[in-house]
T-cell receptor
Framework: ETGVTQSPTHLIKTRGQQVTLRCSSQSGHNTVSWYQQALGQGPQFIFQYYREEENGRGNFPPRFSGLQFPNYSSELNVNALELDDSALYLC????????????FGAGTRLSVL | GNSVTQMEGPVTLSEEAFLTINCTYTATGYPSLFWYVQYPGEGLQLLLKATKADDKGSNKGFEATYRKETTSFHLEKGSVQVSDSAVYFCALRGSQGNLIFGKGTKLSVKP
């Protein structure tokens, strides 16, 4: 048990809709990273937040956006959903910046129909 | 750019067999290397890590050695158990502090 919790567990949306996924980081952790894991693939880095600021981003379009709150919890927002956005979305938290161990939540399974 | 290549699975072994999962990487410099494990329906758990060349990470009977000469970080276990059945991911630390993962190797251990 890592202490990183994600909600919801599963979600079904239709193409063109918008979705918000949530993550509560482990107590004391101030860095949150989001990853997309397509079926049968390794996780791909979406972006990272450190003390409420985005400080790293992978190769994802602007319709993937995020927030980090003062309590270090985080949201991932995806606009104009596409079928290829169907995946497991993983949140990871770490302490004191990006070089420490990342602890993962169980993920949110998003299906876009 | 940085990348990780893992042997393709699935790998099926009998209980108490020896396990090797190959992992090689391409990177600028000498990034930290990791093995994560994902059990069915769960997120990723850190299995072991190594932060510099010749470091050996170990945990729960699993081992991996950071080999800069061969740019490899192969995962080994001397005697696997049914409970080791999972998907194993090799990863390296990217320039943004993010993790760059391989595609994963599914291991099935039969009693």
């Amino acid at each position: 048990e890592t202490g990183v919790t994600q909600s919801p567990t599963h979600l079904i949306k239709t193409r063109g809709q918008q979705v918000t996924l949530r993550c509560s980081s482990q107590s004391g952790h101030n860095t949150v990273s989001w990853y997309q894991q397509a079926l049968g693939q390794g996780p791909q880095f979406i972006f990272q937040y450190y003390r409420e600021e985005e400080n790293g981003r992978g190769n994802f379009p602007p319709r993937f956006s995020g927030l980090q709150f003062p309590n270090y919890s985080s949201e991932l927002n995806v606009n104009a959903l596409e079928l290829d956005d169907s995946a497991l979305y993983l949140c990871a938290s770490s302490l004191g910046g990006s070089q420490n161990i990342q602890y993962f939540g169980a993920g949110t399974r998003l299906s876009v129909l | 750019g940085n990348s990780v290549t893992q042997m393709e699975g699935p790998v099926t072994l009998s209980e108490e067999a020896f396990l090797t999962i190959n992992c090689t990487y391409t990177a600028t410099g000498y990034p930290s290397l990791f093995w994560y494990v994902q059990y069915p329906g769960e997120g990723l758990q850190l299995l072991l890590k190594a932060t510099k060349a010749d470091d050996k990470g170990s945990n729960k009977g699993f081992e991996a050695t950071y080999r800069k000469e061969t740019t490899s970080f192969h995962l080994e276990k001397g005697s696997v158990q049914v409970s080791d059945s999972a998907v194993y991911f090799c990863a390296l630390r990217g320039s943004q502090g993010n993790l760059i993962f391989g595609k994963g190797t599914k291991l099935s251990v039969k009693p």
